[in-house]
Nanobody, 124 residues
């Protein structure tokens, strides 16, 4: 089992920045690819970014490319999502997820463990 706890969400004006963290416990964190997803009210959960188990490979949704950066610190069992130039359409609950594989994926069903989520609101 892997337990994931997100933090760092909040309310920010459009154009602002936030840094999300996801702390993992349980199995060996460095075995798992990690991903960030988000879900806005009335919408399906959508892919944001993923990072490989070693941190050497990343992949982003087109909607956040160039604004968001995913990173991880395997010594601290933590994955991060740096979000810059936030837009109102980025408003959602953000979830981190772990996949028992070297590479992550862009579909929720590909992930084995999920956190409870953290709210991000970018006001116009």
């Amino acid at each position: 089992q892997v337990q994931l706890v997100e933090s760092g969400g909040g309310l920010v004006q459009a154009g602002g920045s936030l840094r999300l963290s996801c702390a993992a416990s349980g199995r060996t964190f460095s075995w798992y690819a990690m991903g960030w997803f988000r879900q806005a009210p009335g919408k399906e959960r959508e892919f944001v970014a993923t990072i490989s188990a070693s941190g050497g490979s990343t992949y982003y949704a087109d909607s956040v490319k160039g604004r968001f950066t995913i990173s991880r610190d395997n010594a601290k069992n933590t994955v991060y999502l740096q979000m810059n130039s936030l837009k109102p359409e980025d408003t959602a609950v953000y979830y981190c997820a772990a996949r028992n594989s070297y590479y992550g994926g862009s579909y929720p069903y590909q992930y084995d463990y999920w956190g409870q989520g953290t709210q991000v609101t970018a006001s116009s």
